[in-house]
């Protein structure tokens, strides 16, 4: 168990849609990661959050958001679902940025039919 | 951006038998880089890690990889395999801003690695 939560595990939905998913880091860590996994693309990671701030960009869809709440959960929104964004997402945390270890939670597997 | 190369996909050795994993990377300063393993329908475990020092980084597991920056290569080893090394293994370099908060990583595309009885 890396300490790191997320929710739901599995989420199916229809294209048009919108869907959030939700991450708790390890207590102490102030970074969250948002990385997607497919098997077209590979893992890849979407985006940093750093104390409440957005900190990095990756290849993120103008279609997907995120944020950092106060309690430093955070949150992945992802709207007009088409099929190709079906993958498995992932949330990370570690207490800063660069050689910090990142702990991954296990994942949310999004299906977009 | 930086780029990680993972050479083969799959990997298949028998138990006991050597693991090797390869790890290429580019980017023009060293990096940090990571090794990390993903069990079926489980998230990403770290093995082990390279920032600074001594290049030879021994991980959990057994397993230890070598830094060689004249190679750019961070390769995976483990003398001898067991049957639950059987797992997809992913390298990852990371920003290059030591010290910083951005921490973004970059995964290759993975090496599934099959141990034989």
């Known amino acids: 168990d890396s300490g790191v939560t997320q929710t739901p595990k599995h989420l199916i939905t229809a294209t048009g849609q919108r869907v959030t998913l939700r991450c708790s880091p390890r207590?102490?860590?102030?970074?969250v990661y948002w990385y997607q996994q497919s098997l077209d693309q590979g893992l890849q990671f979407l985006i940093q959050?750093?104390?409440?701030?957005?900190?990095a960009k990756g290849n993120i869809l103008e279609r997907f958001s995120a944020q950092q709440f106060p309690d430093l959960h955070s949150e992945l929104n992802l709207s007009s679902l088409e099929l190709g964004d079906s993958a498995l997402y992932f949330c990370?945390?570690?207490?800063?940025?660069?050689?910090?270890?990142?702990?991954f939670g296990p994942g949310t597997r999004l299906t977009v039919l | 951006a930086q780029s990680v190369t993972q050479l083969g996909s799959h990997v298949s050795v028998s138990e006991g038998a050597l693991v090797l994993l390869r790890c290429n990377y580019s980017?023009?300063?060293?990096?940090?880089l990571f090794w990390y393993v993903q069990y079926p329908n489980q998230g990403l475990q770290l093995l082990l890690k390279?920032?600074?020092?001594?290049?030879l980084v021994k991980g959990i597991n057994g397993f230890e990889a070598e830094f060689k920056k004249s190679e750019t290569s961070f390769h995976l080893t483990k003398p001898s395999a067991h049957m639950s090394d059987a797992a997809e293994y992913f390298c990852?370099?990371?920003?290059?801003?030591?010290?910083?908060?951005?921490?973004?990583?970059?995964f290759g595309r993975g090496t599934q690695l099959t141990v034989w009885p």
């Open positions: 990370a945390s570690s207490v800063g940025g660069g050689a910090d270890t990142q702990y």
């Open positions: 207590s102490g860590d102030l970074s």
């Open positions: 959050y750093y104390n409440g701030e957005e900190r």
């Open positions: 980017s023009s300063v060293p990096p940090y």
């Open positions: 390279y920032t600074t020092g001594a290049t």
């Open positions: 990852a370099v990371s920003d290059l801003l030591r010290g910083s908060t951005l921490g973004r990583l970059y």
